[in-house]
């Protein structure tokens, strides 16, 4: 069992993830602006925080095994979320993604054409956010994109992992659930496989 804390734990793909650790035994700090949603339950402890103050996030994730960072990229920084992270003391970052960054055909998902506009600020964000990763020589960090379409779903348990290319359907289709994304980002909670690496997962 690990101690999980979870940045944004009340968004789509945050509370997904809490749930799909408290399926599995975890204990969970979820960490928010306002956490009044989530019911409170064995396992979970709630934290009111506004993640741009550095100092109460880095009280919030203090003895925690891994921190994952479910927050918009427009709205926290990298450095916002490293810094407090390693004065913290915790050695592990997982971060929910974007498929901003992916290569279809070699060229990045933002720089190809037809991408929404009003996706871009976001997806620039992220792909900021993982090459501010990848110049971390501390942190022992994984940075998880889901594909395309990131969308409510079931739970099947079914998907595939790729590395840095955005994965696409037999059907043409770039997508995964939440929930089934969860898994993938769990599943590396416990079995770590992508140390200070970006990956991908779709169906």
Known sequence: ?????????TGRAGSQLLEEAL????????????????AQRAGVV?????????????????GHDVVISAAHFATLAASAVVGPVKN????RLLVVGGAGS??????????SEGFPQEYKAEAGAGALFLENLRQEKDLDWTF?????????????GSFRVGKDDLLVSSAG??????????????????????????????Y
Do not use: C
């Open 1 to 9: 069992m690990s101690k999980i804390a979870i940045i944004g734990a």
């Open 23 to 38: 399926r599995r035994g975890h204990s969970v700090t979820a960490i928010a602006r306002d956490t009044s949603k989530i």
């Open 46 to 62: 709630t934290r009111n925080v506004d993640a741009l103050d550095a100092e109460t996030l880095q009280s919030a994730v203090e």
């Open 88 to 91: 913290a003391g915790v050695k």
């Open 102 to 111: 992916l290569l279809l055909d070699g060229t990045r998902v933002i720089d």
């Open 144 to 156: 998880l994109s889901p594909s395309a379409e990131f969308v409510e779903g079931e739970r099947t």
């Open 173 to 202: 289709r770039s997508w995964i659930t939440f929930a089934d994304y969860a898994i993938a980002m769990i599943d590396e909670v416990e079995v770590p496989k992508h140390s200070r690496q970006r990956f991908t997962v779709g």
